[in-house]
């Protein structure tokens, strides 16, 4: 196992391959027990307290540029992709994020989300179950995919097949499997129901506030956290996770990335409408 600890360790990583920009790394680690995997940073990553483990073959972990630091632990194993989207905010204050990329699934986090402490995603279940009458296994491991200006609360549980439209938001110590989540919406609860249609968040923080402040952002009148479905803006997370669990190679996984993910910054690409905008 070939173990990562400071940005000059960054090109002695054996039969696997780091792209891009070498990040800080305070207090970081990155275990390397595989081959043919791929750590691309964009420019302005930084790594506090974060532990990243490729347990096998040809899988990816994708870090764009944040102003804020990356603080999580992930266990990633074969033929997987990881995908951070731009200034994503941690929050450092509590248990590290946690992610487990299992059965060649893939997880992708759009843009300027708020992830709160304690927040868990796993792809699998992960020892198998069958249909007694039929033999049939009927717990297959899924993809999670969370759009852009996303808030997530503190020790949230987020399981296969979750699918997060932009601009939406989880509550605290939720748990969501195979759930859809359009845009502009809020859920919560064990499992997850959705509270809210139509809302949207801002970043201030309300701790230190006074009346002056609560005053003051009574009203936000903006449309710039609404989201939309446009022609040719729009990319379905269903067709992103076609087209990643197509390709056979790392490389050929990142140049997708690069090409259709990364550089493809519209406002609405992680739209998901609801029931009622799909009539």
């Not at 296969?160 to 939720?174: H, M, T």
């Not at 022609?231 to 090409?259: H, M, P, Q």
């Amino acid at each position: 196992m070939i173990r990562i600890k400071s940005k000059e360790d960054m090109l002695k990583v054996g039969s696997n391959f780091f792209h891009g920009h070498l990040p800080e790394m305070i207090n970081s680690e990155i275990l390397l027990d595989g081959e043919n995997n791929i750590i691309y940073c964009q420019d302005k990553v930084t790594l506090k307290n974060v532990t990243l483990r490729f347990l096998g073959n040809n899988s990816v972990i994708f870090l764009s540029s944040s102003k804020h630091a990356y603080t999580l632990t992930t266990n990633i194993f074969n033929n997987s992709v990881l995908f951070f989207g731009e200034d994503n905010y941690f929050n450092p204050h509590g248990q590290t994020m946690s992610l487990i990329l299992s059965e060649g699934k893939n997880i992708f986090f759009g843009s300027r989300c708020l992830l709160s402490f304690g927040i868990s995603v796993r792809l699998a279940d992960p020892h198998l179950i069958f249909d007694a009458k039929t033999k049939k296994r009927i717990n297959h491991s899924k993809s999670v995919f969370v759009g852009d200006h996303v808030w997530i609360g503190q020790d949230t549980l987020l399981l296969k097949g979750v699918k997060i439209g932009s601009g939406s938001i989880i509550g605290a110590n939720s748990v969501l499997s195979n759930k859809t989540v359009h845009s502009n919406s809020s859920w919560a609860g064990n499992p997850a129901k959705i509270l809210r249609n139509d809302v949207f968040y801002t970043e201030e923080c309300v701790h230190d506030w006074g009346e002056l402040e609560t005053e003051k952002f009574c009203k936000k009148d903006t449309d710039a956290y609404i989201f939309n479905f446009k022609d040719g803006e729009t990319r379905s997370f269903n067709s992103i996770d076609d087209d990643v669990l197509s390709l056979a190679s790392a490389k050929e996984k990142l140049g997708y990335i690069i090409s259709n993910i990364s550089s493809f910054d519209k406002k609405n690409r992680f739209f998901i409408p609801s029931s009622a905008q799909l009539l």
